[in-house]
């Protein structure tokens, strides 16, 4: 890939990161408590428990939220390893639950950063597996390529 394509995608990963950061944290209003559960699948036994209606909803929307990042950043990277970009959607949910702890703007929990790196990983696997069958593809019709003399 062109690295100014990669370019364009790197400047589109920064200007989602701000779309995220604006939606989850600076677009909220404070708080006066500091809301935060740092217990890992809390949200999954509430929900067993029938306590929360709507935290599965907002797992979900957590997924979705990072799919695009996910995608963005296997059009970025010149070398696309799956470790990376989970490395990078993990930093990016992190600071954005440490922002929401920090500045009393939302709710912090662990489950958000595990329901974002997965979001992250879909769309990067769907990029992975949509975009490197049609490169393995066209290299392969290449061969037949008749235009060469004969």
Partial sequence: MRSGFRILA??????YVAFVLYVTVFGRAETEEIK????PFWSYVATYKGEGVNLMRGNYMNVLMFVPLGAMLWFAMKEKKWMRALVVCCIVSACVEALQLLLRRGF?????????ALGGMIGFFVCSLLFRKRAVREESLSQYDYRDGE
Avoid: K, P
């Fill in 10 to 15: 790197w400047a589109l990963v920064v200007g």
């Fill in 36 to 39: 935060y559960n740092f217990m």
């Fill in 108 to 116: 912090c929990e662990i489950d958000d950063v595990m329901h974002n």
